[in-house]
């Protein structure tokens, strides 16, 4: 069992919204910090947001005003609330539950801003 799934993504136009979601399964979802990242071809893999088990957030400069990261820790889920989309969002985002002992990572949704 997979413990993070990502979904959410698809195909969108420039200034078009999305919402991701991070369902958590088989894990204490509440202890983590919760990140989302993404990956463009032939791009490193970059950091999006983090949201820490105390809600404190966290974003990339070029997302800042636009994304807004999550949680509900009774769904066990995060979000990430993208907004004004722009084509250079387009990539593979990816969610990431970290702790100091343990780190998981989804599988990946694709993102593709297009007119």
């Known amino acids: 069992q997979v413990p993070v799934v990502e979904s959410g993504g698809g195909l969108v136009q420039p200034g078009g919204s999305l919402t991701l979601s991070c369902a958590a399964s088989?894990?204490?979802?509440?202890?983590?910090?919760m990140g989302w990242y993404r990956q463009a071809p032939g791009n490193q893999r970059e950091l999006v947001a983090t949201i820490t088990s105390g809600g404190t957030t966290n974003y990339a400069d070029s997302v800042k005003g636009r994304f807004t990261i999550s949680r509900d820790n009774v769904k066990n889920t995060g979000y990430l609330q993208m907004n004004s989309l722009k084509p250079e969002d387009t990539a593979f985002y990816y969610c990431?539950?970290?702790?100091?002992?343990?780190?998981?990572w989804g599988q990946g949704t694709q993102v593709t801003v297009s007119s």
């Open positions: 088989g894990v204490i979802f509440s202890v983590y910090t």
């Open positions: 990431n539950l970290n702790s100091p002992t343990h780190g998981y």
